[in-house]
């Protein structure tokens, strides 16, 4: 998991659909002077000059935005390799045994605290070097692999399931594995395979999605040996017990020198660095997420990874893949859910039946069962894509992250409905009436940070629906930017006609309109030629928006919201619908649970394509700004508010700490 949650809001979060940019001259879109004085048109070229602006190899996601349903993507589902599946397959069932008889979920949430013996235990195992290649000590698992391992881990404690994320997703290794050098991958990679942690430290107190705004700086040493990093780092996962760390920090630009936003590996115990706090959340109670202050820490230059001013790139890159961690840990989450709820639906009667078979819960137990089908199928698909270097997953892995958050977070909320007043207690409460422990509420608790961590729903809305417009900015961003000449005007002008000429008539007929087609897929073929159907007129809604707010549109985050997410159901109908027809003769079960899903998906995209255009959204924008400038004020009395003593974001300054330091170090084994 990252640290990349907002701290605060941001009105115009970078990831929306930006004014197209000159970055002509490379990643490096000039950083503001100084930083925290950003304005909203630095921090958007700040954002688009990180991203990757190139489109080399396929995407699946990124054809159906542009309604072109490119099924062959995807159909004949991918496979992995047999022999790298044997070899994890031992891992797992190694795993397993050590989890279920020398881990204590219970004990962990209930102390808040991952035991050393714990730690010990998952480095004796190789956990700790999954995703690190062979070659350097680590398992070389694939993502595919990885993904399972998590799910397996995070089921018996979310928090360790987090711990093992943060440090391999997002952590040292795998910007190493991407962007590293020989000689860091070989100073590293080992030690990281051996057992010690990593984290990855991006976020400040004031800083959250809005990385223009980055506070902390790496000064260059006069003898040019290094840098000095000076700064405050906030929700660092694993910060308390990691000794490598990547650190996102600003070098200055200056003559000969690009500078920018640069990742750096830092030695965890170096001289500088202090811990001062371990935050605590109302879930993952056993997670190590701290308060990092760095004070004229030396880093020396041989450990930039990249290069410099690469660091936003490089964190952008990095969780294109990252993101597949997070909805491991949601899948793992559904079907602990669906467990529960099939057992207890199964054996509580109420009213002289099984309270399974009242419509009100069957109707929860259908959703639970789809959509964790649904969820796990699009994490695996994406898993194979990504472990197929000829695949560009950048929408697809930020589709199932977005879509596996906000679905598992509603599986739990039917669990603790299902339950009812069980669902409500803790399972400690539970065990000492006798009764099974199934920690429900602790599953809702440890569920919603996800539609925070690695980018909030609402970020990623956004960094989506930017990657999904790209074809149209590429052609005609120039027509909507005011910084545009009118011979860059013109151009644009000339490109976008002759692309909507070729594009747009693809759209009025496809083949999801021929009633045999896809027959080949038996019962569930109808609801591809919905997605097919679908798809298009996804394309010509998104087509006409750009054509009716062209600029404004970035401000359209809401319907951009909604583009989105019927982006996210088509893209799960047509897993589904893959899987299932190729296991149809060992898993034909799961030919019901592909339609029982796209049933239910396609509810929910007639829906949000209604919501396109029939919304209260500019209703909502105008009461929201009355409500800011306080005008239903009065609506708040009655009730004691919060303290006004202290402000919502501490202020910090640079120095030494004058805090103690809370890191926590794991003693070797005995």
């Not at 991952?114 to 998952?122: A, N, Q, R, S, T």
């Not at 594009?503 to 083949?511: E, F, H, N, Y």
């Given at each position: 998991?990252?640290?990349t949650?907002?701290?605060?809001p941001?009105p115009?979060?970078?990831?929306a659909v930006?004014?197209?940019?000159?970055?002509?001259?490379?990643v490096?879109?000039?950083?503001?002077?100084?930083?925290?004085?950003?304005?909203e048109?630095?921090?958007r070229?700040v954002?688009e000059?990180?991203?990757?602006?190139?489109?080399?190899r396929p995407?699946?996601?990124?054809e159906?935005?542009?309604?072109?349903?490119?099924?062959?993507l995807?159909?004949?589902w991918p496979?992995?390799d047999?022999?790298?599946?044997?070899?994890?397959?031992?891992?797992?069932?190694q795993?397993?045994?050590?989890?279920?008889?020398?881990?204590?979920?219970?004990?962990?949430?209930?102390?808040?605290?991952?035991?050393?013996?714990v730690f010990?235990g998952l480095?004796?195992?190789?956990?700790?070097?999954?995703?690190?290649?062979?070659?350097y000590?680590?398992?070389?698992?694939?993502?595919?692999?990885?993904?399972?391992?998590?799910?397996?881990?995070?089921?018996?404690?979310?928090?360790?399931?987090?711990l093992?994320?943060?440090?391999?997703?997002?952590?040292?290794?795998?910007?190493l594995?991407m962007?590293?050098?020989?000689?860091?991958?070989?100073?590293?990679?080992?030690?990281l395979?051996?057992?010690?942690?990593?984290a990855?430290?991006?976020?400040?107190?004031?800083?959250?999605?809005?990385p223009a705004?980055?506070?902390?700086?790496?000064?260059?040493?006069?003898?040019?040996?290094?840098y000095?990093?000076?700064?405050v780092?906030?929700?660092?996962t694993n910060?308390?017990v990691?000794?490598?760390?990547v650190v996102?920090?600003?070098v200055?630009?200056a003559?000969?020198?690009?500078g920018?936003?640069?990742?750096?590996?830092?030695e965890?115990?170096?001289?500088?660095?202090?811990?001062?706090?371990?935050?605590?959340?109302?879930?993952?109670?056993?997670?190590?997420?701290?308060?990092?202050r760095?004070?004229?820490v030396?880093?020396?230059?041989e450990n930039?990874?990249?290069?410099?001013?690469k660091?936003?790139k490089?964190?952008?890159?990095?969780l294109?893949t990252?993101?597949?961690s997070?909805?491991?840990m949601?899948?793992?989450?559904?079907?602990?859910?669906?467990?529960v709820a099939?057992?207890?639906?199964?054996?509580?009667?109420q009213?002289?039946?099984?309270v399974?078979?009242?419509?009100?819960?069957?109707?929860?137990?259908?959703?639970?069962a789809?959509?964790?089908?649904?969820?796990?199928?699009?994490?695996?698909?994406?898993?194979?894509?990504?472990?197929?270097?000829?695949?560009?997953?950048?929408?697809?892995?930020?589709?199932?992250k977005?879509?596996?958050?906000?679905m598992?977070?509603?599986?739990?909320?039917?669990?603790?409905?299902?339950?009812?007043?069980?669902g409500?207690?803790?399972?400690?409460?539970?065990?000492?009436?006798g009764?099974?422990?199934?920690?429900?509420?602790?599953?809702?608790r440890d569920?919603?940070?996800?539609?925070?961590?690695?980018?909030s729903?609402?970020?990623?809305?956004?960094?989506?629906?930017?990657?999904?417009?790209?074809?149209?900015?590429?052609?005609?961003?120039?027509?909507i930017?005011?910084?545009?000449g009118?011979?860059?005007?013109?151009?644009?002008?000339?490109?976008?006609?002759?692309?909507?000429?070729?594009?747009?008539?693809?759209?009025?007929?496809?083949?999801?309109?021929?009633?045999?087609?896809?027959?080949?897929?038996g019962p569930?073929?109808?609801?591809?030629r919905?997605?097919?159907?679908?798809s298009?007129?996804?394309?010509r809604s998104?087509?006409?928006?750009?054509s009716r707010w062209q600029?404004?549109?970035?401000r359209?985050?809401?319907f951009?919201?909604?583009?989105?997410?019927?982006g996210?159901?088509?893209?799960?109908m047509s897993?589904?619908?893959?899987?299932a027809h190729?296991e149809?003769?060992?898993?034909?079960?799961?030919l019901?649970?592909?339609d029982?899903?796209?049933?239910q998906?396609?509810?929910?995209?007639?829906a949000?394509?209604?919501a396109?255009?029939?919304?209260?959204?500019?209703v909502?924008?105008?009461a929201?700004?009355?409500?800011?400038?306080?005008?239903?004020a009065?609506?708040?009395?009655?009730?004691?508010t919060?303290?006004?003593?202290?402000?919502?974001?501490?202020?910090?300054?640079?120095?030494?700490?004058?805090?103690?330091d809370?890191?926590r170090?794991?003693?070797?084994?005995?």
């Amino acid at each position: 998991m990252t640290t990349t949650q907002n701290s605060r809001p941001v009105p115009d979060e970078p990831g929306a659909v930006p004014e197209r940019p000159d970055t002509s001259g490379g990643v490096a879109a000039a950083l503001p002077v100084e930083a925290g004085q950003v304005s909203e048109k630095e921090a958007r070229q700040v954002a688009e000059a990180a991203r990757q602006s190139t489109w080399d190899r396929p995407s699946f996601g990124k054809e159906l935005f542009l309604g072109r349903f490119r099924l062959d993507l995807i159909d004949p589902w991918p496979r992995s390799d047999p022999a790298d599946d044997a070899r994890a397959e031992e891992f797992l069932d190694q795993l397993r045994a050590f989890l279920t008889t020398e881990v204590d979920g219970a004990t962990i949430e209930r102390d808040a605290h991952i035991p050393d013996e714990v730690f010990h235990g998952l480095a004796r195992l190789g956990a700790f070097g999954m995703k690190i290649d062979r070659s350097y000590g680590g398992l070389g698992l694939s993502n595919l692999q990885y993904c399972r391992a998590l799910m397996l881990a995070g089921s018996i404690s979310p928090a360790i399931g987090a711990l093992l994320s943060a440090h391999q997703s997002i952590g040292v290794p795998q910007p190493l594995k991407m962007f590293g050098t020989a000689e860091q991958k070989q100073l590293f990679l080992p030690r990281l395979a051996a057992g010690e942690v990593s984290a990855f430290l991006l976020t400040e107190p004031d800083v959250g999605s809005d990385p223009a705004r980055l506070a902390t700086t790496a000064e260059p040493s006069e003898d040019g040996t290094g840098y000095r990093l000076n700064g405050v780092k906030l929700w660092a996962t694993n910060g308390t017990v990691a000794t490598l760390l990547v650190v996102m920090a600003r070098v200055p630009a200056a003559e000969g020198r690009r500078g920018g936003i640069t990742a750096f590996v830092v030695e965890g115990d170096a001289e500088g660095i202090t811990v001062e706090r371990r935050n605590a959340f109302i879930g993952l109670r056993g997670l190590e997420n701290s308060l990092t202050r760095f004070h004229d820490v030396f880093v020396p230059k041989e450990n930039v990874i990249g290069g410099e001013g690469k660091g936003l790139k490089i964190a952008l890159t990095t969780l294109n893949t990252g993101r597949l961690s997070l909805p491991a840990m949601c899948v793992g989450a559904g079907k602990w859910a669906l467990n529960v709820a099939r057992e207890w639906s199964a054996d509580r009667v109420q009213w002289g039946r099984a309270v399974g078979e009242h419509e009100a819960v069957a109707q929860k137990l259908a959703f639970m069962a789809a959509t964790t089908y649904g969820m796990e199928t699009m994490l695996d698909l994406c898993c194979l894509l990504a472990d197929d270097d000829r695949n560009d997953i950048r929408i697809e892995a930020a589709l199932v992250k977005l879509y596996a958050s906000e679905m598992a977070w509603r599986i739990a909320d039917d669990l603790i409905q299902i339950r009812g007043g069980r669902g409500y207690e803790t399972a400690d409460s539970l065990a000492a009436r006798g009764e099974r422990p199934a920690a429900v509420e602790q599953l809702l608790r440890d569920l919603r940070i996800n539609r925070i961590f690695e980018g909030s729903t609402e970020i990623m809305h956004l960094l989506i629906a930017r990657e999904a417009v790209d074809a149209h900015l590429s052609v005609a961003g120039d027509i909507i930017d005011p910084d545009a000449g009118l011979g860059r005007k013109a151009k644009a002008g000339a490109r976008a006609g002759a692309f909507y000429a070729r594009w747009l008539p693809t759209l009025a007929v496809g083949r999801g309109q021929r009633p045999t087609a896809y027959g080949e897929f038996g019962p569930l073929a109808g609801h591809l030629r919905q997605v097919e159907r679908a798809s298009r007129k996804l394309a010509r809604s998104t087509f006409y928006a750009m054509s009716r707010w062209q600029g404004k549109m970035e401000r359209k985050q809401a319907f951009l919201g909604r583009v989105v997410d019927i982006g996210a159901e088509l893209f799960a109908m047509s897993a589904v619908c893959v899987r299932a027809h190729a296991e149809r003769d060992v898993r034909p079960e799961n030919l019901e649970l592909a339609d029982l899903f796209c049933r239910q998906a396609r509810v929910r995209v007639d829906a949000l394509f209604t919501a396109l255009w029939e919304n209260t959204d500019s209703v909502d924008v105008a009461a929201a700004k009355r409500i800011l400038a306080g005008r239903y004020a009065a609506l708040e009395e009655g009730v004691v508010t919060p303290p006004t003593d202290a402000p919502w974001v501490a202020p910090w300054s640079p120095g030494p700490s004058t805090a103690a330091d809370v890191r926590r170090r794991i003693p070797p084994p005995q």
